[in-house]
């Protein structure tokens, strides 16, 4: 018995999210789940394990399985996971994996696949709460088998919630222009390539709209530099409201910027141009009545060019609207 027990503790993990108790909590699921010796030193080991098992941060459950890797019902739960999802131990209990993981089910059994021939692993997962919330988590699984008995995994989860916010904050950030919210240039070598690559698979038509603002210069020179910030603000804002909820704006420079416009032709791109500019010129901007009128040039994609000539051509027809006396749209 000794032997057996100094084996399986030799199996288990030196440290998972970096709590030795685990390890503990991993052996001792393991010896009474498959121990038939009821002694006093199980019971002493089991009211131990109870102890930790309850009162760890973590989420812990544990399930056993079927010979080919198909997740049969949970087996043990501690607190934690039931207060975070909001089952009884009853209602858990009678679950398995393919009821709380929000993954579709074919993702869910290959993963215990791999589970099952690699014995450990670390993953990201979503999992359902009882009322349809979904937490992020990061799991970190182990599978024990022994001949004879269906197998089980050891389930240790952590929330990373606020870990998952921060995460799409950076990336947000990374994406988006500091002061006026529109997209950088860095999405914009995402957005360019997918959206001229799906235009091409599915036969859309695709525009891109460069305007910016006249005479800007002239708002900083008079108002000064944080009042023209603010104007060049008001303006993305006012934009924002009245392009499509699929098309992207773009900074492209100063006060240059560039509408990407799936779906839409030459023709709708003109009639969305032409609604921007008279907004625009119909608007007083801050208090101080700042007016702002806008160039727009406007260009839909070839079937045979790709970035640089299609973004090219919307900039060559803008710099005609700005040649033809300003406050006007151009279609190349």
Not at 36 to 44: L, T
Not at 169 to 185: F, H, I, P, Q
Not at 201 to 211: D, H
Request: one cysteine or more.
């Amino acid at each position: 018995m000794k032997k057996s027990i100094r084996f399986i503790y030799s199996l288990t993990p030196d440290c998972v999210c970096g709590k030795k108790g685990v390890r503990f909590i991993y052996f001792i699921l393991f010896l009474i789940i498959y121990s038939n010796k009821k002694n006093k030193e199980i019971e002493k080991l089991y009211t131990r394990f109870n102890l930790i098992f309850d009162n760890i941060y973590d989420l812990a459950y544990v399930t056993e399985f079927a010979p080919d890797a198909v997740p049969r019902h949970f087996i043990e739960v501690n607190d934690m996971t039931l207060k975070t999802l909001g089952y009884s131990k009853n209602e858990f209990l009678k679950l398995n994996h393919l009821d709380v993981i929000n993954a579709d089910k074919k993702d869910i059994l290959n993963m215990m696949k791999l589970l099952f021939e690699k014995g450990t692993m670390t993953y990201p997962a979503e999992i359902k709460t009882k009322y349809g919330k979904i937490i992020p988590l990061e799991v970190t699984s182990r599978i024990y088998k022994i001949p004879g008995q269906p197998p089980v995994v050891v389930c240790i989860a952590r929330d990373i919630t606020d870990r998952v916010k921060m995460e799409k904050e950076l990336k947000r950030l990374s994406e988006v222009d500091s002061l006026t919210g529109a997209y950088n240039r860095n999405k914009y070598k995402d957005i360019i390539s997918k959206e001229i690559e799906r235009a091409k698979r599915y036969k859309y038509p695709l525009s891109a709209i460069m305007f910016d603002l006249n005479f800007f210069k002239e708002v900083n020179d008079k108002y000064g530099h944080v009042t023209g910030d603010e104007v060049l603000k008001d303006m993305v804002s006012l934009i924002m409201r009245n392009i499509r909820s699929g098309d992207y704006l773009i900074r492209w420079g100063g006060e240059e910027f560039l509408i990407i416009a799936p779906y839409a032709s030459s023709k709708d791109a003109y009639l969305l141009a032409e609604k921007l500019r008279t907004q625009a010129e119909l608007r007083y901007f801050l208090s101080e009545g700042v007016r702002v009128t806008l160039s727009f040039g406007i260009a839909s994609l070839n079937e045979s060019e790709y970035e640089m000539s299609f973004i090219k051509r919307a900039d060559d027809a803008l710099y005609k609207a700005k040649n033809s006396g300003r406050n006007r749209t151009e279609v190349y």
